[in-house]
């Protein structure tokens, strides 16, 4: 879709994560959306990530954001374990055009991550037959990862998830595996400043 926009036309829109603007563990065509924009518009979009049983003790200091918790309590996970936020309706798309994303920034929300693995999961599942997961401090303001360890990597936060909605006539679709629509990519080059 080609659609020149006044530059000083273009609109920014915050989108926040509530139990009214997410969807839990799945993709679906039949969505309504829960913000509409115009091409050229910028959308800032809170996300949140993470099961209940995921959550990091009281005892550690990590705040759990106050929507994550709200959305654990009020909304139903469908098959998968990712949360969505949106979907979002560009006026004037149509099925069959390009959509193109420009990621500008990348601003962490939390303290903390975390890692899991699950037996017979994952690129080693014969070496690791449990589960562990751990939880990892973020240092925001060095951009740093500290592992429990000590250990510390530097971070360049990117989107694990990001798409478009399906057809209506796929149904609803399991979040955990990509398709044609995007969805679970796992691209570590959607840094801030990439395009997709």
Known sequence: MNVPLAQDAAKTHTLRSAPETIHWGYLDGALEPVLTV?????VVIESVSGNPEWMPPGSTGFDV???????HQQVKRGSGNHIFTGPIFVRRAAAGDVLEVRISDIELRQN??????????GTLPDEFPYYRIIHVELDRTRNLAILPSGLTVPMRPFFGQLAVAPPK????????????FGGNID???LTAGSTI
């Open 38 to 42: 115009d091409p050229a518009d910028r």
């Open 65 to 71: 954001l106050p929507e994550l918790r709200n959305i």
């Open 112 to 121: 903390w991550g975390y890692n899991l693995f699950r037996a017979y999961g």
């Open 169 to 180: 006539a796929f149904g609803r679709q399991n979040s955990k595996e990509p398709r044609e």
């Open 187 to 189: 691209c570590k080059e």
